[in-house]
């Protein structure tokens, strides 16, 4: 679902990124108040979790299109819908800069579309109510197939209404959201699954980790052995997505490109242009799932060092 420069006006893009870099200061704030000694490597772990699992593509039987999870449920469900959007947010960001995926005037778009939507409305609105307290592993995965599918819905309705507003492109409107609902549908669908077999599995083995059980006001100064066996789990398995199943991911047009196809006959025009910074395009390395969970790790720590380093500081400036 990663916009392209070739369907934002710069007006829309302005719109988008100004709302962007508010919901952005609006998280950093949120997140200081956040007392949890796990946070910042576990939003580290799970960006690079993440960024792997993005990689992969995969294929939509019967309609020649293809989609990859958006982890938006995943990251809130962990650490908390306003830490899931940073999350997402650094992994976006490192997606477009460095390897070129989704445009850098779309970026603003982006970041509503897919982590917005996702972690600030879907997962608080939809997930949390239904998955509540986190004890049944069957609410966990209804909850997370429905946020999901309507967080998907959400982005790619968001597309359409982005994409009108812009008029740089011609899209018949009604066509051009028939197309990207259904196929999102699918796409959200399977995302919702892959979803609910993560956070069953933590809900199983260390239930406490789920942002449902961690509201509260203290938690013990040193991080359980059981959050760093999972966390292990977790930076393993991105590896291990990283290196060997990206050969796997499906070579068929995303969702965005799908649709454009359908009408136009042309996927090019959802392809985002390569910005200077890009380089890794399009992911041109063997270890580029590697790389860039890297860096979203260490941009992650670095954020997170920084937000927190202000709130000891203002918490001493007031003493």
Same mark, same amino acid.
């Given at each position: 679902?990663?916009?392209?420069?070739?369907?934002?006006?710069?007006?829309?893009?302005?719109?988008?990124?100004?709302?962007?870099?508010?919901?952005?200061?609006?998280?950093?704030?949120?997140?200081?108040?956040?007392?949890?000694?796990?946070?910042?490597?576990?939003?580290?772990?799970?960006?690079?979790?993440?960024?792997?699992?993005?990689?992969?593509?995969?294929?939509?039987?019967?309609?020649?299109?293809?989609?990859?999870?958006?982890?938006?449920?995943?990251?809130?469900?962990?650490?908390?819908?306003?830490?899931?959007?940073?999350?997402?947010?650094?992994?976006?960001?490192?997606?477009?800069?460095?390897?070129?995926?989704?445009?850098?005037?779309?970026?603003?778009?982006?970041?509503?579309?897919?982590?917005?939507?996702?972690?600030?409305?879907?997962?608080?609105?939809?997930?949390?109510?239904?998955?509540?307290?986190?004890?049944?592993?069957?609410?966990?995965?209804?909850?997370?197939?429905?946020?999901?599918?309507?967080?998907?819905?959400?982005?790619?309705?968001?597309?359409?209404?982005?994409?009108?507003?812009?008029?740089?492109?011609?899209?018949?409107?009604?066509?051009?959201?028939?197309?990207?609902?259904?196929?999102?549908?699918?796409?959200?669908?399977?995302?919702?699954?892959?979803?609910?077999?993560?956070?069953?599995?933590?809900?199983?083995?260390?239930?406490?980790?789920?942002?449902?059980?961690?509201?509260?006001?203290?938690?013990?100064?040193?991080?359980?052995?059981?959050?760093?066996?999972?966390?292990? +789990?977790?930076?393993? &398995?991105?590896? #291990?997505? *990283?290196?060997? $199943?990206?050969?796997?991911?499906? %070579?068929?047009? =995303?969702?965005?490109?799908?649709?454009?196809?359908?009408?136009?006959?042309?996927?090019?025009?959802?392809?985002?242009?390569?910005?200077?910074?890009?380089?890794?395009?399009?992911?041109?390395?063997?270890?580029?799932?590697?790389?860039?969970?890297?860096? +979203?790790?260490?941009? &992650?720590?670095? #954020?997170? *060092?920084?937000? $927190?380093?202000?709130?000891?500081? %203002?918490?001493? =400036?007031?003493?």
């Amino acid at each position: 679902m990663h916009m392209a420069d070739a369907l934002v006006s710069p007006a829309v893009a302005g719109v988008a990124g100004a709302v962007a870099v508010a919901l952005i200061a609006v998280s950093s704030g949120k997140i200081k108040k956040i007392e949890r000694n796990d946070i910042v490597p576990l939003m580290g772990v799970l960006g690079a979790f993440v960024f792997a699992a993005q990689m992969i593509n995969f294929s939509i039987p019967g309609t020649g299109s293809s989609g990859h999870i958006i982890g938006g449920i995943l990251l809130a469900a962990l650490v908390g819908p306003w830490a899931g959007f940073i999350t997402l947010c650094s992994v976006l960001i490192i997606q477009c800069l460095i390897f070129a995926d989704g445009g850098l005037m779309a970026l603003g778009c982006n970041i509503i579309n897919m982590a917005a939507m996702s972690c600030l409305v879907a997962a608080p609105l939809i997930y949390k109510p239904i998955a509540g307290d986190g004890k049944s592993i069957w609410r966990i995965t209804l909850g997370a197939v429905l946020a999901s599918i309507i967080g998907l819905e959400l982005g790619a309705v968001l597309v359409t209404v982005e994409t009108e507003l812009s008029g740089v492109t011609a899209l018949p409107t009604n066509d051009f959201l028939g197309l990207m609902t259904a196929i999102h549908l699918a796409i959200g669908a399977v995302e919702g699954v892959a979803t609910a077999v993560v956070l069953s599995f933590v809900a199983s083995y260390k239930p406490d980790m789920l942002y449902a059980c961690q509201e509260r006001e203290s938690q013990d100064k040193r991080m359980p052995k059981r959050t760093k066996i999972v966390m292990s +789990v977790l930076g393993s &398995l991105a590896l #291990v997505m *990283a290196v060997g $199943f990206t050969w796997l991911a499906s %070579s068929d047009p =995303d969702g965005l490109e799908w649709s454009i196809a359908k009408i136009t006959g042309d996927t090019e025009i959802g392809v985002a242009s390569v910005p200077a910074t890009a380089f890794l395009p399009d992911y041109d390395s063997t270890f580029a799932g590697v790389i860039g969970g890297i860096i +979203v790790m260490v941009l &992650l720590w670095c #954020v997170c *060092a920084l937000i $927190f380093r202000r709130t000891k500081t %203002s918490v001493v =400036d007031k003493k």
